[in-house]
């Protein structure tokens, strides 16, 4: 764990220190948010409020008194970090489409200019049908070539420069790699939340709020043993948070791509994230 960000505080923070911590991070992963985790290898405030989250949840004294209100924000903070995973996915599985179907309109515009350019018969029956993949800004520069009489005509040559600077942007697709970069990064962050954070809550009993009275406390029981009766009669349930997240696709590409060695090191002291304040 990085000494960045660690100072010699009691041992056990308070809790609205921790809500305010977990708030902080929730923000850092929104994607509405202007703040946004650029990498995360450099990212050393993100990953202290993390590990000070973690550690709280690791070494409260009393598990069965954990408090209520921080349990709840932590489960939220990962199940919010994991939908957002889930939905990264479906944008790098679209993004990596649209590159392949980019490719694929690279080479076809390639034999399009061909065609124009060495004035093949049916030239203007293959830009005519090109017109259902392409726009008027690369038809009408085909159209162009084609007619063109003289390769020396200012005319043509910017048709020329045109067009092929389109294919140069089709086959290295910038854009696209630019923002699954961008996608990437930002779902390094939500899996290091998943991995540190939805870990250490297994070790923690879902806390039960307090009631009034003693018909209310018996409700809460007796819903609780139908939820029992219901898992030990059902053979196929739905899986937890934790099962949902580690066996995201994502989850298991990103391990291959970075191979992350996580090593779980208690501090003697807890973090509490720094340079920034609420």
């Known amino acids: 764990m990085s000494k960045s960000g ?21 923000k850092l992963i929104n994607p509405k948010s202007k703040k946004q985790i650029i990498q995360l290898e450099d990212d050393t405030y993100f990953k202290d409020l993390v590990e000070s989250i973690k550690t709280y949840l690791i070494e409260y004294p009393k598990k069965k008194n954990f408090p209520t209100s921080v349990y709840k924000a932590a489960y939220g903070l990962v ?35 061909d065609a124009v350019v060495n ?16 726009s008027e800004d690369i038809i009408e520069p085909l159209t162009i070539v084609g007619k063109a009489r003289s390769t020396k005509s200012q005319n043509y040559q910017d048709a020329m420069k045109l067009l092929n600077a389109r294919v140069n942007n089709l086959e290295s697709n910038l854009h696209i790699e630019i923002d699954m970069e961008r996608i990437e990064d930002r ?18 009993p879902t806390p039960v709020e307090e009631v009034e009275n003693q018909q209310e406390i018996q409700e809460v029981q007796q819903v609780q043993e139908e939820q029992q009766y219901i898992q ?15 066996n995201s696709k994502f989850v298991r590409a990103m391990k291959a791509i970075t191979r992350i060695r996580i090593v779980i090191d208690a501090p003697n002291a807890l973090p509490e994230g720094r340079g920034e304040n609420n």
């Open 6 to 26: 660690i100072v010699n505080v009691r041992m056990v923070i308070t809790e609205e220190k921790i809500l305010s911590n977990i708030d902080k991070v929730q």
């Open 79 to 113: 199940e919010f970090a994991t939908n957002q995973f889930e939905d990264n996915t479906k944008k790098i599985e679209e993004l990596i489409r649209q590159r392949e179907q980019n490719i694929a309109l690279a080479g076809q515009l390639k034999g399009l200019i």
């Open 119 to 134: 004035k093949e018969k049916d030239w203007k029956d293959q830009v005519k049908q090109a017109e259902e993949n392409f």
């Open 187 to 204: 779902s390094k962050a939500l899996s290091y939340i998943g991995i540190e954070i939805a870990d250490a809550l297994k070790s923690i």
């Open 232 to 246: 030990e009669t059902t053979f196929e349930t739905k899986p937890s948070l934790w099962q949902r997240f580690k």
